[in-house]
DNA sequence: ACCTTCTTCAACTGATTGGTTGAATAACCG
DNA sequence: CGGTTATTCAACCAATCAGTTGAAGAAGGT
């Protein structure tokens, strides 16, 4: 696992990272903070920061003792982009299918409304 | 990791699964035709798709011996309306964070191009 | 029936993961 | 300087993962 789109899926696989992701959309947070909710010790979430932050999804940056985590949200588009594209492929595929399945019924149809369809010449 | 969103991250993470996953949405396709242009065995690409199906993202048929290999692109709503919904309120933060900037511009800005970040009142 | 084809199951392996605890580092507060 | 707070590093552990090989299932072809 190398490439970042791979690591931002595995990074956001742990429902403890999404949560803190989701956290983070509504304000930067320091580790300890972040690590209060989870019945988990500080060194696990940081740990989890690393995996977010080695996929981009969040930088740090320093004051004081504190290391305040925030959010990059731009990594988002890259998996937004993967999905849709493919999504897209996959839908125009239906559609092509429908059309062969249609043409199909029109052909192999001699006459009887065979069921379902009525394919009337048109 | 027990629920479908975080198996479908996971199982979207590995490179090859999301080469198998693009090709499908191209045409269905056996075992072995998936397994043809990896350099692992097919057994390999049996366990990658053993791991797609049960997030939900194909689905097999039979066809005599064959398995043919079914995209179910639906599953990609769910990472997409996850993704959307916090890139969401992450934008909205960053426009809330640019208006109470730009608030602070107003009132602190009595001269002074302090860079950086500034306590204020300190 | 046999044989071949396609696919999965089982057992094993090395690498990675998510967690732990304990020690170290970094920066502030007196 | 010494002490406190926030964070990370290091070593370890159990569980999971991605791969292997070998054997078993499932279904057709002849």
Redesign the pocket.
């Given at each position: 696992?190398d490439d970042q789109l791979s690591r931002v899926f595995?990074a956001l696989?742990?429902p403890?990272r999404r949560d803190m992701v989701a956290r983070l959309t509504e304000a930067d947070a320091?580790?300890?903070?972040l690590a209060a909710p989870y019945?988990?010790?500080?060194?696990?979430v940081?740990?989890?920061?690393?995996?977010l932050e080695e996929a981009g999804l969040v930088t740090?940056s320093?004051d004081?003792?504190?290391?305040?985590v925030h959010l990059e949200a731009e990594v988002f588009d890259l998996m937004t982009k993967w999905i849709e594209r493919y999504r897209r492929r996959a839908e125009e595929r239906y559609q092509r299918l429908d059309a062969v399945l249609a043409a199909m019924q029109e052909k192999e149809s001699p006459a009887r409304g065979t069921s379902t369809k009525e394919g009337p010449a048109s």
């Open positions: 696992m595995a696989a742990d403890t320091t580790v300890g903070e019945d988990v010790s500080v060194q696990a940081s740990k989890h920061l690393k995996v740090r320093r004081a003792q504190r290391r305040p």
